[in-house]
T-cell receptor, first 113, second 115 residues
Framework: GAGVSQTPSNKVTEKGKYVELRCDPISGHTALYWYRQSLGQGPEFLIYFQGTGAADDSGLPNDRFFAVRPEGSVSTLKIQRTERGDSAVYLC???????????FGQGTRLTVV | AQTVTQSQPEMSVQEAETVTLSCTYDTSESDYYLFWYKQPPSRQMILVIRQEAYKQQNATENRFSVNFQKAAKSFSLKISDSQLGDAAMYFCAYRSPGAGNMLTFGGGTRLMVKP
């Protein structure tokens, strides 16, 4: 696609439910990143994929959070047993790899009620 | 760990005037990259300008320029001839070399442009 696509744009879920957030990177981009942006703050790094493997998952806050990228393209961020504190905008970015610019999607706004 | 600080939660500028947004960072590395991103209400982060730490010359992109002071660990963004479309959140970000594109962001500055 022309840009990084994230779906859904908005998601409202009940506390305790499971959610999946999807990211379609720019075609051919080998690197993919997830960030979380809480209200009024800057984005915080969650996880980085190079190809299919997670090169760095040091930003995942706890074991309720998990992400996959099985074919090295689309990635899914999975959150189990959601909590109200998980409410945030989840941003995805991709890049061709190496020290080049990362391109961001428009994010998914997750609201846990 | 690196930290990025933006001390101005909000800034306001008159259309056609110049405004400077501040950013400081803390690092023990000698080589790194610095960025300014714009985030409009659409939420998409848009790269405004980047600076490589090994370059002494300040980066410029049309109406946007930076004042990079490596010793002071300061990286401010100057917007000249401000336009209504410049109104947005602006984030300063740091990236280590060899760390892919993992970015450490500051807390952001909301820029308002008055007509």
């Amino acid at each position: 696609g022309a840009g990084v696509s994230q779906t859904p744009s908005n998601k409202v879920t009940e506390k305790g439910k499971y959610v999946e957030l999807r990211c379609d990177p720019i075609s051919g981009h080998t690197a993919l990143y997830w960030y979380r942006q809480s209200l009024g703050q800057g984005p915080e790094f969650l996880i980085y994929f190079q190809g299919t493997g997670a090169a760095d998952d040091s930003g995942l806050p706890n074991d309720r959070f998990f992400a996959v990228r099985p074919e090295g393209s689309v990635s899914t961020l999975k959150i189990q047993r959601t909590e109200r504190g998980d409410s945030a905008v989840y941003l995805c970015a991709s890049s061709p790899g190496g020290a080049t610019e990362a391109f961001f999607g428009q994010g998914t706004r997750l609201t846990v009620v | 760990a690196q930290t990025v600080t933006q001390s101005q939660p909000e800034m306001s500028v008159q259309e056609a005037e110049t405004v400077t947004l501040s950013c400081t960072y803390d690092t023990s590395e000698s080589d790194y990259y610095l960025f300014w991103y714009k985030q409009p209400p659409s939420r998409q982060m848009i790269l405004v300008i980047r600076q490589e730490a090994y370059k002494q010359q300040n980066a410029t992109e049309n109406r946007f320029s930076v004042n990079f002071q490596k010793a002071a660990k300061s990286f401010s963004l100057k917007i000249s001839d401000s336009q209504l479309g410049d109104a947005a959140m602006y984030f300063c970000a740091y990236r280590s070399p060899g760390a892919g594109n993992m970015l450490t962001f500051g807390g952001g500055t909301r820029l308002m442009v008055k007509p």
